[in-house]
C-alpha cells in the first residue's frame, strides 16, 4: 500500500490548465457557479445628471448583457421631465405710469384768452361789424388801438395775432377733458405710450395726445355654454362667470389687440384644460369629480389668473355655474347615472340586513335563548334575511 502511495506521488499529474502558469499562494479558488451571468452597467449610466435644457428628452440607456448567455438587451427609458407651459410675455417696458395733466380750470383760462385776443385782432383789422365796432369804441381801452376805421385788409400784424389766438383757443378748450369714476385715459402721442389718467373731474391734456377709454370697473362675465370633454372623453357643455377687472390700462391695451376678446379665448382654453382632468361623474367609485364646484372654481382661477396677468388682466374668481351632459348623450348618462344611485341604495340594504340578522342570531345564541346547529343556523339565517329585506322593500 505504501509502495503503491509512492509510486503514485512520484507519477506526474497533469496540470490544471487553470492554475497553469500560477505560484500556490497565488492560485485563485475555482468558481462554485459556472453559469452565472452578470451585467455590466457602464458607470457613466449610474452617476448620470439630468440634461440641462429641460425640454431635451433622455435617450434610452441599454443594459448590456454577457455574450453567450441567450439574454436580449433590455432598454430602459427615463421619462423626460414635464415642460412648464410658457405664459404670454409683453413688452416688460410698457407699464402703467401716471401722465401729466393740469386743472381744467388753465384750459378754460387759455381758450377764453384766445378768443379774446381774435376779437381784438378782428376790431383792430376794422372786420367786427358796425354794432359791435361801436360797442368796443364806446369802451375805454377802444382808444389805446387807434379806434375803429375803415377796413383796409389784414395786414401782417394782423394775422399774426389771428393765428396765435386762434391757436390759444383750440389748445385751451381742445384740451379739456372730464374724468369719471371707473374710467381711465391711456395716451400716446404718434404710437407712443405716454401715461394713463385716473382722475375724476375736469382736467387739461394736451390736445396733441390720442386718448383712449378705458373701463377699470369691477365686472363679471358671463359665458355661453361652451364644449368641453371630461377625463374619459364624455361630451359637456359648461357655463363659467367670471369676476374680473383691467389692473394695467397700458397694457390691456396695447399689449393686447382687444382684451375683452382675450379674455374670452382663455376663459374657454383654461376650461376645456381644468375639465379633462376630473370625470363627471365616478358612478361606482369614490373619487374627485366636477361635481366639486369649489375645487373646480379655485384650479379655473388660478389658471386663468396666470393667463390674463401678462394683459393687465386682474381675476377675482371664475366659477362654473353650470356642467352638464351635452343633448345627445344626455339621456344616456341619466341612466347610468340612476342606475347607479339603483346598485348603491341596494348595497346599502343589503348591509343593514346582513348586519340585522347577523346581530340577532349572534343574540340569541349568547343568551343561550335557542340552540342551534348548522343546518338549523342556516335556515334561521335565511328566514330572517328574507323577512328584513322584505321590511325595507316596503318602505
Not at 433590455?74 to 421631465?81: C, D, Q
Request: with cysteine.
Amino acid at each position: 500500500m505504501s509502495a503503491t502511495a509512492a509510486s503514485r506521488s512520484q507519477t506526474p499529474q497533469p496540470e490544471d490548465p487553470q492554475n497553469a502558469g500560477v505560484s500556490d499562494t497565488a492560485a485563485r479558488p475555482p468558481r462554485l457557479i459556472h453559469s452565472e451571468a452578470t451585467t455590466e452597467i457602464p458607470i457613466h449610466l449610474l452617476f448620470r445628471d439630468d440634461p440641462a435644457d429641460p425640454g431635451v428628452a433622455i435617450a434610452p440607456a441599454v443594459v448590456r448583457r454577457r455574450q453567450g448567455t441567450g439574454e436580449q438587451p433590455r432598454a430602459t427609458r427615463r421619462p423626460a421631465p414635464a415642460v412648464a407651459r410658457p405664459l404670454p410675455v409683453v413688452d416688460p417696458s410698457l407699464g402703467e405710469r401716471p401722465a401729466h395733466v393740469l386743472p381744467g380750470a388753465v384750459g378754460v383760462l387759455g381758450g377764453c384768452a384766445g378768443v379774446a385776443g381774435c376779437a381784438a385782432a378782428l376790431w383792430w383789422a376794422g372786420v367786427l361789424p358796425e354794432p359791435v365796432a361801436q360797442a368796443a369804441a364806446g369802451m375805454p381801452w377802444a382808444d389805446g388801438y387807434g379806434g375803429h376805421g375803415a377796413y383796409a385788409g389784414l395786414g401782417l400784424a394782423q394775422w399774426a395775432s389771428l393765428a396765435g389766438s386762434g391757436a390759444l383757443a383750440l389748445f385751451g378748450f381742445g384740451g379739456l377733458a372730464r374724468g369719471r369714476v371707473g374710467r381711465a385715459w391711456v395716451l400716446t402721442l404718434f404710437g407712443r405710450y405716454r401715461g394713463s389718467i385716473r382722475r375724476t373731474g375736469l382736467m387739461w391734456v394736451n390736445p396733441l395726445l390720442l386718448r383712449r377709454r378705458v373701463d377699470v370697473r369691477l365686472r363679471h362675465w358671463r359665458s355661453e355654454p361652451m364644449p368641453a370633454v371630461d377625463r374619459g372623453g364624455v361630451a359637456l357643455r359648461v357655463v363659467v362667470l367670471v369676476v374680473w377687472r383691467v389692473k394695467d390700462v397700458a397694457r390691456a391695451t396695447l399689449g393686447v389687440a382687444d382684451h375683452q376678446e382675450y379674455l374670452r379665448e382663455c376663459v374657454e382654453a383654461a376650461t376645456a384644460r381644468v375639465l379633462s382632468r376630473l370625470p363627471a361623474d365616478a358612478f361606482h367609485d369614490d373619487t374627485p369629480t366636477l361635481r366639486d364646484a369649489d375645487a373646480v372654481g379655485d384650479a379655473l382661477t388660478r389658471m386663468l389668473a396666470a393667463e390674463a396677468e401678462p394683459v393687465g388682466i386682474e381675476i377675482f374668481s371664475a366659477q362654473p355655474t353650470r356642467i352638464e351632459y351635452a343633448p345627445e348623450i344626455a339621456d344616456t348618462m341619466r341612466l347610468r347615472r340612476v342606475a347607479a344611485l339603483d346598485a348603491r341604495h341596494r348595497d346599502s340594504v343589503l348591509t343593514s340586513v346582513v348586519d340585522s340578522v347577523e346581530d340577532t342570531v349572534t343574540r340569541l345564541t349568547t343568551r343561550g335563548l335557542v340552540e342551534l346547529d348548522d343546518y338549523e343556523r342556516k335556515a334561521l339565517v335565511k328566514d330572517l334575511t328574507v323577512a328584513f329585506y322584505t321590511g325595507h322593500g316596503d318602505r
